[in-house]
């Protein structure tokens, strides 16, 4: 493949995992529980190389306890939007709400 083609790439793992129900969450109440949370995305801030860095490691984090058996709880979701959308309203100018929503849809 000479380009990255995300709808059909992604398409297609996405039916594979879907199939091999990849995400499907499995209690086993014989194994140690391990929790796992890293900073939550912030909408109210734009994304940079930062927040790679910091979801990919706690993805390895996840991956490596549950692989070593654990029940991992590794949640995902929005923090509030508080501060750094007030203080990018001051900084740039915008009102918040319309700062968020952009970073949203990015």
Same mark, same amino acid.
């Given at each position: ?39 939550? *995305?912030?909408?109210?801030?734009? #994304?940079?190389? !930062? ?9 390895? @984090? &996840? ?20 501060? *750094?959308?007030?203080?990018?309203? #001051?900084?740039? !100018? ?9 970073? @949203? &849809?990015?």
């Amino acid at each position: 493949m000479s380009e990255y083609d995300p709808k059909q790439i992604e398409t297609k793992w996405q039916k594979i995992w879907e199939e091999r129900k990849v995400f499907e969450v499995r209690e086993d109440p014989s194994k140690r529980k391990y929790y796992c949370l890293e900073m939550f *995305p912030y909408p109210s801030g734009r #994304i940079h190389m !930062g927040h790679v860095r910091n979801y990919t490691i706690g993805d390895v @984090v &996840a991956r490596f306890w549950r692989m070593r058996g654990f029940n991992v709880l590794h949640p995902m979701g929005w923090d509030a939007f508080g501060l *750094p959308a007030e203080n990018a309203a #001051i900084k740039y !100018g915008y009102h918040p709400k319309k700062w968020t929503d952009e970073n @949203v &849809a990015t």
